[in-house]
């Protein structure tokens, strides 16, 4: 089925005897990529090829495998087969933490510290000076919003100021590519808006984005998009190629036309 | 292992608990109360424990005196008023009657001819009578009947020795080697110091690092480069921190309110109670690395202490558990504790002596350390 596929722009030429895939401006390069929790299959063989600075969208309903593809991608999860390269180097590699930054589903903040400390942390760990602390503060508190709610107890915020302060902790150490499950999810339309512009001002500063999430009006942002439906990926490219390689109008009913496809394949 | 990360670590639990008041208070207030319920409770000795008396005793007048004494009353007299009460009656019957209804936990009846008797067989241990304390017990509890004995015979040594019978067999225990004048509660406090100590760190820590999973920042944590060495060494050294804070708090309490024995260094008291609550913390990361949520954690709770509480020799001696259990008290890591502390505490040891324990609850620390940063890392895909 997916070789049946329209002509692929990702997936060029051929490089599996090259792992060096960042030679090949790949960020992200997975190679049958497969997790399997029991008999369950999150992930089906996913090949995928992340272009360096780039807004790489994973699309797929709930339940499709995004999650655990970011997971594997993190070192988060072993693979049950398969491999994943990122900037160059085979996953898990400790040498990579200080490049990418995550941002999980969950918000995973310490509720019972401030927000200015829940930052701090993050930079601490990542080996950040005080001072350089303190001004990527200022910026990211500036980003989500938050400047007012800096001494606030995470605890106190609401559910999308918690979701913004996670997404200011994955990038405290600028990281050069950046892992975000469900980045904009509770957030309303407004911030949602000035969310995807710091992403394409980060994508200029030479960031790489690989981001999940289920709205589909949403992907029209991303450079690239993957749609994963049950653990395979049923198609790739740029969101306008794949609406026209389905004859749809949108990506909504051009998922539902490749999920009928894979369906019948 | 970078310092720095380590440190960010520990100083991320203490800005916590800044916010969490609750959790401070009760952190430090809880041993004290620990120890304060215990210490009362345990006052150690049994004490104001009701017993009839019937004395037919007629006396004897032992010469050269010119007056008829009775050695009846000399053991009365030389009874510990605190330990027995005596309430008189004229009958055996009556007597019992009272330790029936449950008034009087026994009954002692000194026969008519009791000190002459007793004189008699003292200066001719060949005559053929045989003189007799008759004591009726309520042994429903043993600890309260097997006072009333002790007392009496404690009693009747003073007594004759006091009225120069001579007793045909004496067993001087008064020479104390260790711990002379300890009273129960001396020998229970130091014990019942390692029990509270061991299962305040540990819940403290058990809880503590469950909801660094259950949050989901144990997998943000994963994805920076904090190792999970540095992880466990941070909780460790934070927990430490506060053990060691409790430790003190716990040494001041029964000292100063139970006023407690304290015959060896109370440094090396102190040591040994602080490298117990390490250890303890040790084994709550270990479980707690172990568990995936609150509920799971829970469930390590009575599966840890009850054996700690049973094999260590906390409330009873390992001399009263089963030979064949005996070997199992050494895998529980408590039971050093308590002989360290007791050791120090009531023997007067120093450091040449318990440095065996120390050096076992150190070694119980390092492998809980291990094993905890084994758990984190196999968790890892």
């Known amino acids: 089925m997916l070789d049946a596929a329209p002509a692929d722009i990702i997936l060029g030429g051929d490089n599996r005897e090259v792992p060096d895939s960042i030679r090949n401006g790949y960020a992200v390069e997975t190679r049958n990529l497969t997790k399997r929790f029991g008999h369950f299959t999150a992930l089906d063989n996913l090949d995928l090829k992340i272009e360096a600075h780039a807004v790489h969208g994973l699309l797929g309903p709930n339940g499709a495998g995004k999650t655990t593809?970011?997971?594997?991608?993190?070192?988060?999860?072993?693979?049950?087969?398969?491999?994943?390269?990122?900037?160059?180097?085979?996953?898990?590699?400790?040498s990579l933490l200080p490049q990418i930054g995550y941002m999980p589903q969950e918000t995973a903040l310490y509720l019972d510290l401030t927000v200015h400390h829940n930052l701090s942390l993050y930079g601490e760990l990542y080996g950040l000076t005080r001072k350089r602390i303190a001004e990527r503060e200022k910026d990211l508190l500036r980003f989500i919003a938050l400047e007012k709610w800096r001494d606030s107890l995470v605890a106190n915020l609401s559910g999308g100021m918690k979701h913004r302060v996670s997404l200011a902790c994955s990038m405290i150490h600028e990281p050069k590519l950046l892992f975000l499950d469900e980045p904009t999810v509770g957030v309303d339309p407004e911030l949602r808006a000035s969310f995807w512009e710091y992403f394409n001002g980060l994508q200029k500063a030479g960031v790489t984005i690989v981001l999940t999430t289920h709205y589909m009006d949403e992907a029209q942002h991303c450079d690239k998009i993957g749609l994963i439906r049950r653990g395979r990926l049923i198609a790739d490219g740029t969101p306008g190629d794949i609406v026209k390689r389905t004859n749809t109008t949108n990506l909504e009913d051009a998922f539902l036309a490749l999920a009928g496809h894979q369906a019948e394949a | 292992m970078s310092i720095r990360r380590t440190l960010s670590i520990t100083r991320r639990i203490f800005r916590g608990l800044r916010h969490d008041w609750r959790a401070l208070f009760m952190m430090f207030l809880t041993p004290i109360i620990g120890v304060t319920v215990f210490g009362v409770a345990f006052s150690g000795d049994v004490s104001h424990v009701q017993v009839v008396v019937v004395n037919q005793d007629e006396g004897y007048q032992i010469p050269p005196a010119t007056v008829a004494v009775s050695l009846a009353d000399a053991i009365i007299a030389n009874c510990d008023a605190d330990v027995l009460r005596f309430a008189y009656v004229a009958t055996e019957e009556e007597g019992l009657d009272r330790v029936k209804s449950g008034k009087a936990y026994g009954l002692i009846i000194f026969p008519s001819n009791f000190t002459s008797e007793v004189y008699a067989k003292g200066l001719d241990p060949t005559l053929p009578i045989n003189p007799k304390i008759r004591v009726a017990l309520d042994k429903s509890?043993?600890?309260?009947?097997?006072?009333?004995?002790?007392?009496?015979?404690?009693?009747?040594?003073?007594?004759?020795?006091?009225?120069?019978?001579?007793?045909?067999?004496?067993?001087?225990?008064?020479?104390?080697?260790?711990?002379?004048?300890?009273?129960?509660?001396?020998?229970?406090?130091?014990?019942?110091?390692?029990?509270?100590?061991?299962?305040l760190t540990f819940i403290l820590t058990l809880l503590a690092f469950v909801s660094e999973r259950t949050s989901g920042s144990l997998q943000r944590l994963h994805v920076t480069p904090l190792t999970d060495s540095e992880l466990v060494m941070g909780y460790a050294l934070a927990f430490s921190i506060i053990a060691v804070i409790q430790t003190a708090i716990?040494?001041?309490?029964?000292?100063?309110?139970?006023?407690?024995?304290?015959?060896?260094?109370?440094?090396?008291?102190?040591?040994?109670?602080a490298v117990l609550s390490i250890m303890s913390l040790s084994l709550g990361i270990l479980c707690s690395s172990l568990a995936r949520a609150e509920a799971q954690a829970i469930q390590f709770l009575p599966l840890v202490a009850m054996p700690c509480f049973l094999l260590s020799g906390i409330f009873w001696p390992i001399e009263?558990?089963?030979?064949?259990?005996?070997?199992?008290?050494?895998a529980v890591p408590p039971t050093y504790a308590v002989n360290a502390t007791r050791s120090v505490m009531l023997r007067g040891w120093g450091l040449e002596h318990v440095w065996v324990e120390l050096v076992a609850m150190v070694a119980f620390t390092v492998a809980f350390l291990v094993l905890s940063v084994w758990s984190l890392h196999r968790d890892r895909g």
């Open chain 2, 141 to 199: 509890n043993v600890t309260v009947a097997n006072t009333i004995t002790k007392a009496v015979s404690e009693a009747m040594l003073k007594a004759s020795e006091s009225m120069g019978i001579e007793s045909p067999l004496v067993i001087d225990a008064d020479n104390a080697v260790y711990a002379e004048g300890a009273s129960f509660r001396d020998f229970f406090l130091p014990g019942n110091i390692g029990f509270i100590m061991f299962m």
């Open chain 2, 320 to 330: 009263a558990i089963p030979v064949y259990l005996r070997p199992l008290s050494y």
């Open chain 2, 250 to 273: 716990v040494l001041v309490t029964i000292t100063v309110i139970f006023n407690t024995m304290m015959a060896g260094n109370v440094w090396l008291a102190f040591v040994v109670i």
């Open chain 1, 69 to 94: 593809a970011i997971k594997l991608l993190c070192g988060l999860l072993k693979p049950t087969a398969g491999e994943a390269y990122i900037l160059g180097k085979k996953v898990p590699d400790r």
